[in-house]
């Protein structure tokens, strides 16, 4: 089991202050809702950026949650360091599991885009063909309703 512990003298998390609380609140509360809405917004013409900001809407009620409830911040290495944290604190496995899988999905994302910085050609080749379009637009939708969504309902009644 992760040990909070670690991670406050590892410097990667830390407390938030009650001056900042109100502010962290605020921003993680308009953050995901901006990404959820992005990510519905953009499914058909963009699926790649739909998974993208699907998880950041994930990662951001997720930083919201742990603001509001818990008075903690991710410092060091936010994404990693998120999941940790949410291991240590929630006992719900499954929605541990969504948010594994939201991050493995960006992370499956972020190097095919750091690949095809290196291989411009044969990424743009790619990603501009109809079937990979389709490819994405299929992922796309089935992150956005058996990964992102069913996330979302978790952590908000978790929220309240």
Do not use: C
Not at 34 to 49: A, E, M, T
Not at 120 to 140: C, I, N, P, S
Request: proline share 1%.
């Amino acid at each position: 089991m992760v040990k909070l512990d670690i991670l406050f003298q590892e410097k990667r998390i830390s407390r938030i202050s009650e001056l900042e609380k109100g502010r962290y609140i605020n921003f993680f509360s308009n953050s995901y809702q901006d990404n959820l809405d992005h990510s519905n917004f953009v499914i058909n013409d963009f699926p790649r950026w739909s998974i993208i900001s699907g998880y950041y809407a994930m990662h951001d009620l997720t930083k919201l949650l742990l603001a509001k409830r818990f008075s903690i911040k991710i410092d060091m290495q936010v994404h990693t360091t998120t999941i940790l944290v949410v291991k240590g604190l929630l006992k719900n496995r499954q929605l541990i599991s969504l948010l594994d899988k939201g991050h493995k999905e960006f992370l499956s994302l972020a190097n095919d885009l750091a690949e095809g910085k290196r291989e411009r050609v044969k990424a743009q080749y790619y990603t501009g063909t109809d079937f990979m379009h389709k490819e994405y637009l299929k992922r796309a939708e089935e992150f956005h309703k058996e990964i992102v969504l069913p996330y979302i309902n978790k952590m908000r009644r978790l929220i309240i």
